[in-house]
Nanobody, 121 residues
Framework: QVQLVESGGGLVQPGGSLRLSCSAS????????MSWVRQALGKGPEWLAS????????RYADAVNGRFTISRDNAKNTLYLEMNNVKSEDTALYYC??????????????WGPGTQVTVSS
């Protein structure tokens, strides 16, 4: 079955950096649009970034554009999110998911456990 496992989260100071990873299995990763989504405590999911199967059609939410970078390694079935210059408002549980900005909500049933990112001094 579809399995997505996020890792790389943790406690980071404002202005710092983190690199999140997402290991995918159970579907053909190399042909899938993939996204990163986050959910802060008490709030709904927020789409952050998406990428096409071969690294094309990269899109970012305004809140992270210029600070976060999405990438993928199809040989390793892995999606990445490089987070730079993090802010306190980036504190959330981060998920990877199939789909792009318009379709990611169709795959919530297959989300993994997520990885917690906490930005605090």
């Amino acid at each position: 079955q579809v399995q997505l496992v996020e890792s790389g989260g943790g406690l980071v100071q404002p202005g710092g950096s983190l690199r999140l990873s997402c290991s995918a299995s159970g579907f053909t990763f190399s042909v899938a649009y993939m996204s990163w989504v986050r959910q802060a405590l008490g709030k709904g999911p927020e789409w952050l970034a998406s990428m096409g199967p071969n690294g094309e059609r990269v899109r970012y939410a305004d809140a992270v554009n210029g600070r976060f970078t999405i990438s993928r390694d199809n040989a390793k079935n892995t999606l990445y999110l490089e987070m730079n210059n993090v802010k306190s408002e980036d504190t959330a549980l981060y998920y990877c998911t199939r789909g792009d900005q318009r379709t990611y909500s169709l795959y919530t049933h297959a989300w993994g456990p997520g990885t917690q990112v906490t930005v605090s001094s």
